[in-house]
């Protein structure tokens, strides 16, 4: 009898909560604000997301230990998208379907997040990149979705053009990308502040991904005569281009490297495995940590302390502006949290960071956080940050 | 013309490569009509116990050279002795089921990859050191590394050795028997499934040596195995059953993916293997040395 | 067996097109995205297997087809404003096309060879999809806008699980009825044997181009199907993991039976939706568990889960819908120790 009244009561309160009408907005409570974090965390591009993600969990829990955001603590569920578009928009809806967290953040792969922005837009969920570059999905810019926090691939692209013209004086430019997303954007920038700064593309070569053998490439640019290459290659590829081009006896050519290609430089060197190929060897760089010690260590430390059982590449970093920025924003926004009110407020973003060189920021009609990087080079052995800041200026390669 | 010259010289090693591999294909093929589609992974396994041996372990290049292919052989031989003599059940049938044998081998190239990829140290990109090192040498205008010589004179080694072994040996002379007509082997006495995996193994062990040789050129991830559908194209265009055709095939893969990449663009040099491939199939099924059994008599 | 299926058997598709209906009332999205994906590969699953189980045709170029039957239906939308309920159809008739084609030679050769030259064509299709950019838009993928039908704009999960249940349940009709045909039983006596088969009057050659089309058009009807529900293509969801997965698929549920494959298709589509909970240092072993439970099954259960759990397969060693052969063939096709 006492059972049955209980179960009554509890059936009767629990009818209760669920007539009145929801007050708070979904993935809010009074003391937690619910947040989907994900990224690669299996498959080929886990290099890509473990350490970026783990970087930004860190700065959730960090938030988290200091008290939390104007009273809330920040609750995490974490998925694993594996870079595949399918899987990406599965997590996304089961994080704003299932999990009902309040906004969506993650993703390293712009082809995959690009498959999420419809549903985003439609279901109109706040959706920050973890760390892709994010061209396909930042132009055009959509409501919804923000990212690029280290740049696009036409940032990449235009930086190298930009300090290869201006720095390096050249006049004859060869390029050579892959023929995927990141390779496109990233030479249609480059391409157009070549020849806007009275350059001239001598070479475009697209290799395709899987390239076992950069002979052919290598040998139609040494036959351009270039003042400087430019290359967009992925990890292998970027070494074999490295070997070849220091095989082919090109190394007075400088040799310009985007970032996807180097994500742990001092690995790169090694496999190069040829000091004399790195002579003339520059790479763009979104973070203050090569330029800084104290900032490289501020963030390197407290990734040990958080995650001690891994050693964790320089890729790390790229995971935090985009958290710093989450962060930033909800801060702003004070308590009255809502997904329209977040969006209103991230677009509104200026954020001054040690970390970057540049402000991360939006805006009404943008949605691409930073558009200026460093570019440093590289002998094999020390990293040395070049004079200025290279930026694209938002028109070029669109 | 000195581009055309490097194109072919740099796809003669290349192709060496791809043959190496094809090598290890046709052997398994010829022995037991299974296509591994593992073999792409049996080389990446090499190169990362390479890896392994070298590094971690502090071994000297030679011993890591020795006990590379050793590894794999065991292997290549135990993955038969367990998993293909489960699937195929009875060992003398001849018209085996071969769908579920060659699903195997699927399973087993997910299982490899899946594996390797658990270590962190696969993360990243790793390049195993080559045997020879130093400048590379010229020849004319013609670029070559030390390394590459190298592949070259490893992969005719171990295509001379192979085809000596078949021909001339009495191990060799079992294996073909045993391919031929297993009940008629098992008769005569020849331990069928041990010859099975034996060749197993011999296969393994030849991707293994690939690996070594092949992971200084290509570096290291644990999806360095997509280089089996190039060494397919290989064994497809010198003849599925044809050891010498397997070099020929890998050189002439080799030189014309570059005479692509320099003539028509570097994109369609990832489309060429597979071009060649159905063109190969659709007008000449048994490529250039092979044996007219490709097509159906149905 | 001949003529029209049992009522027992149209019974569960009546119940399928009712659960397209009620179920989007009261599950959330995620379910239902993953409805509606496991829907798109079983009737890919079913093409593959008429050719791979039915006629033992060890052919891999469904991806390929599949490609068509998406980019053909959401380009014929949005770029000559082809309705969907025409669109589809003529993409899977172009897949078809296609597969007829690539048949006429194809199944002149001998399995290992079939199953290399398809598996290149495959790619082949893939490497168009990726550098035919004016078409296809290439690497960037291709955004699709949501189609509709009379009407009833579909786009979301929601609203596409009926119509995408209603699909299915046709598909699974016309797959009965296959079955049951003169043609059907063709099929699965070419894989039994394909010397008493021409021996039996089968045209051998012609029933296995006619195999690789039908299959080629449903392949083509699942591309149609996928741009109901989901918003961008993007060439790599159309290569060798794809249909590794669609294989596997069959052959952990059991090849050649409808019940197997929806089984493999359930089973393996839920798999890396049940493998989220893991604890996350865990999530790196995926890639090695697949790898795994294929080989197991393929060692341990050739003719899959439903070959184990059903008895009238156990006892005949062939799954429902072959043909038994005769006596003599079999001591041809079995030489016993």
Redesign the interface.
């Known amino acids: 009898m006492k059972t049955r009244a209980k179960s009554a009561l509890l059936a009767a309160a629990a009818a209760v909560a669920l007539a009145l009408p929801a007050t708070a907005e979904v993935g809010v409570t009074d003391t937690e604000i619910t947040i989907g974090l994900f990224g690669p965390?299996?498959?080929?591009l886990?290099?890509y997301g473990?350490d970026p993600l783990n970087a930004a969990k860190m700065v959730y829990d960090d938030v988290n230990a200091k008290g939390g955001i104007h009273g809330r603590k920040i609750k995490l569920v974490?998925?694993?998208d594996k870079c595949?578009?399918?899987?990406l928009?599965?997590?996304v809806?089961?994080l704003?379907?299932?999990d009902k967290v309040f906004i969506a953040h993650g993703g390293s792969c712009t082809?995959a997040i690009?498959?999420?922005?419809?549903?985003v837009q439609?279901e109109k969920v706040p959706y920050v990149m973890l760390n892709a570059a994010g061209d396909?999905a930042v132009f055009p810019p959509t409501r919804y979705m923000f990212g690029s926090f280290q740049g696009t691939q036409r940032v990449y692209g235009a930086a190298l053009a930009e300090f290869a013209m201006r720095e390096l004086k050249a006049k004859r430019v060869a390029i050579i990308v892959h023929?995927?997303?990141y390779?496109?954007a990233n030479l249609a920038a480059g391409k157009s502040v070549v020849e806007r700064m009275g350059g001239q593309v001598v070479a475009q070569?697209?290799?395709?991904?899987?390239?076992?053998?950069i002979?052919?490439?290598v040998?139609?640019m040494r036959?351009a005569k270039p003042d400087v290459i430019l290359s967009g290659a992925y990890?292998?590829p970027a070494?074999?281009l490295a070997q070849k081009y220091g095989?082919?006896?090109m190394t007075a050519i400088p040799l310009l490297q985007s970032t996807q290609g180097i994500?742990?430089p001092s690995?790169f060197a090694?496999?190069?495995?040829n000091p004399a190929a790195l002579k003339n060897f520059y790479h763009p760089w979104s973070f203050n940590d090569i330029a800084d010690e104290a900032v490289r260590k501020q963030w390197s430390d407290m990734y040990k302390k958080h995650f001690p059982g891994?050693?964790a590449?320089p890729f790390m970093v790229t995971g935090l502006p985009s958290a710093l920025s989450v962060v930033d924003t909800l801060q702003r926004m004070g308590r009255d949290l809502t997904r329209e009110k977040f969006v209103d407020a991230m677009e509104k973003l200026d954020l001054k960071t040690p970390l970057m060189p540049y402000a991360l920021q939006f805006g009404p009609g943008r949605r691409d956080a930073l558009r200026g990087v460093y570019v440093v080079k590289f002998d094999g052995t020390t990293q040395k940050v070049m004079p200025g800041v290279y930026s694209w200026n938002g028109k070029d390669g669109m | 013309m000195t581009l055309v010259l490097q194109g072919v010289a740099s796809g003669i090693v290349t192709g060496c490569v791809y043959a190496l591999v094809a090598l290890s294909l046709v052997i398994v093929y010829k022995s037991t009509d299974v296509v591994n589609f593992a073999g792409g992974e049996l080389v990446m396994l090499g190169g990362y116990f390479g890896l392994f041996f070298l590094i971690y372990a502090d071994l000297a290049y030679p011993i890591m050279f020795v006990l590379v292919p050793v590894a794999i052989f065991v292997a290549g031989a135990l993955f038969d002795r367990i998993t293909l003599a489960k699937v195929s059940g009875r060992t003398f049938v001849k018209h085996v089921d071969l769908v579920p044998l060659v699903v195997a081998t699927i399973g087993l190239s997910y299982l490899l990859k899946g594996g390797v990829r658990v270590v962190p140290y696969t993360e990243e990109v790793r390049r195993l050191p080559p045997i020879f090192t130093g400048p590379p040498l010229f020849f004319d205008d013609i670029v070559l590394q030390v390394q590459d010589i190298a592949i070259i004179g490893v992969t005719t080694l171990i295509m001379v050795a192979l085809w000596v072994f078949f021909r001339f040996t009495l191990l060799g002379k079992a294996l073909r028997a045993t391919s031929q007509n297993a009940r008629a082997a098992a008769l005569v006495g020849i331990p069928v499934k041990t010859m099975r995996m034996a060749v197993w193994g011999l296969s393994a062990s030849i991707a293994g040596i690939a690996g070594v040789m092949l992971a200084p050129k290509l570096l290291m991830t644990p999806d360095m195995g997509s280089v089996v559908m190039l060494a397919f194209a290989a064994a497809i265009i010198g003849g599925f059953s044809s050891l010498p055709g397997c070099v020929v095939g890998g050189i002439m893969l080799g030189i014309v993916q570059n005479l692509v990449g320099i003539f028509l663009s570097p994109q369609a040099i990832a489309v060429t293997p597979f071009f060649v491939i159905m063109l190969v199939l659709l007008l000449r099924p048994q490529g250039l040395f092979g044996e007219t059994i490709a097509l159906k008599k149905v | 067996m001949h003529g029209s299926p049992p009522l027992r058997h149209l019974l569960p598709l009546g119940l399928l097109i009712a659960a397209g209906f009620v179920l989007p009332q009261f599950l959330p999205e995620y379910f239902l995205y993953i409805a509606n994906t496991l829907m798109v590969y079983l009737i890919l699953a079913i093409g593959l297997d008429i050719l791979l189980g039915w006629s033992g045709q060890f052919a891999f170029a469904h991806i390929a087809f599949y490609g068509i039957g998406i980019y053909g239906t959401a380009l014929l939308n949005m770029r000559l404003g082809v309705p969907f309920v025409l669109g589809m159809p003529l993409a899977a008739a172009a897949a078809a096309a296609i597969g007829f084609l690539i048949a006429i030679p194809a199944t002149r050769l001998r399995a290992v060879y079939l199953a290399l030259a398809t598996f290149a064509f495959a790619e082949c299709a893939q490497w168009v999809y990726r550098t035919w950019d004016s078409v296809t838009k290439g690497p960037d993928g291709l955004r699709i806008s949501a189609p509709d039908i009379f009407g009833y704009v579909v786009g979301t999960d929601k609203r596409a699980l009926p119509v995408i249940a209603i699909i299915l349940a046709l598909v699974l009709a016309a797959t009965l009825y296959l079955g049951r045909s003169k043609l059907g039983r063709s099929l699965c006596a070419i894989r039994d044997s394909e010397h008493v088969a021409a021996a039996s009057g089968i045209d051998v050659k012609r029933t296995k181009v006619i195999a690789f089309t039908i299959s080629a058009f449903y392949a083509g009807v699942a591309g149609g199907t996928y741009t109901l529900f989901q918003s961008f293509i993007h060439p790599d969801g159309l290569g060798v993991w794809t249909l590794v997965l669609v294989l596997s698929m069959i052959v952990v549920g059991g090849s050649g039976t409808l019940p197997g494959v929806v089984l493999g298709v359930v089973l393996l589509g839920l798999l890396p939706e049940a493998l989220r909970a893991a604890p996350r240092g865990l999530l790196v072993w995926q890639e090695f568990a697949y790898g795994l439970i294929l080989t197991l099954a393929i060692m341990f259960m050739p003719r899959g889960i439903w070959g184990l759990f059903n008895r009238r397969t156990r006892a005949r060693r062939k799954p429902a819908l072959s043909v038994e052969a005769p006596a003599p063939a079999r001591a041809l096709q079995h030489q016993s120790p």
Not at chain 1, 114 to 119: G, K, T
Not at chain 1, 205 to 213: F, G, H, K, M
Not at chain 1, 270 to 273: D, E, H, L, P
């Open positions: 965390l299996s498959g080929p886990i290099a473990i974490i998925e694993d595949q578009g399918s899987e928009v599965a997590v809806k089961k704003v379907t299932v082809a690009a498959a999420a922005q419809e549903y439609r396909n023929d995927d997303d390779g496109k070569e697209r290799i395709p991904l899987s390239i076992n053998d002979t052919a490439p040998l139609n036959a990890p292998a070494v074999l095989e082919f006896g994500p742990t690995v090694k496999n190069v495995g891994r050693e590449g």
